[in-house]
């Protein structure tokens, strides 16, 4: 290999660290900016604050752990864990709901 293909790949990769690097800065701006405005409700703004840190998780995961370049089974294993992981959190919430059909049993 000569150097300068080295040296173009090493270019390329920088050039794409630091947009994602911007992208990354910009969205804790924007995220500092609307905790600041209220969206109607509770729960209007957490949503909105947990969709710019899905977009930041996913620019994370995408450039900084190379999963954009990786195979499709990487995203099946991904998916079957994503799945998993909110239905687990969906049972957990929904056990706790007070009409449950699960009641906590208190061990004396």
Same mark, same amino acid.
């Given at each position: 290999?000569?150097?300068? +293909?080295?040296? $173009?790949?090493? &270019? ?5 660290? !630091? ?11 924007? &995220?500092? /900016? #609307? $905790? ?6 509770? +729960?209007?703004? !957490?949503?909105? #604050?947990?969709? !710019?840190? $899905?977009?930041?998780? %996913?620019?994370?995961? #995408?450039?900084? =752990?190379?999963?954009? $370049? +990786?195979?499709? =089974?990487?995203?099946?294993? =991904?998916? @079957? &864990? #994503? @799945? %998993? ?6 049972? *957990? !919430? /929904? ?7 699960? *009641? ?5």
């Amino acid at each position: 290999m000569s150097d300068h +293909e080295v040296t $173009s790949h090493d &270019t390329h990769s920088v050039r794409g660290y !630091i947009f994602v690097f911007i992208a990354l800065l910009a969205g804790t701006g924007l &995220t500092v /900016w #609307a $905790s600041f405005i209220h969206f109607g409700s509770q +729960e209007i703004n !957490i949503a909105v #604050a947990l969709v !710019i840190a $899905s977009v930041k998780a %996913f620019l994370v995961v #995408a450039y900084f =752990m190379h999963l954009i $370049s +990786e195979r499709k =089974m990487i995203y099946c294993v =991904m998916g @079957f &864990t #994503a @799945f %998993f992981f909110a239905a687990l959190m969906g049972l *957990t !919430i /929904w056990s706790l709901a007070p009409h449950s059909m699960v *009641t906590p049993q208190h061990v004396p």
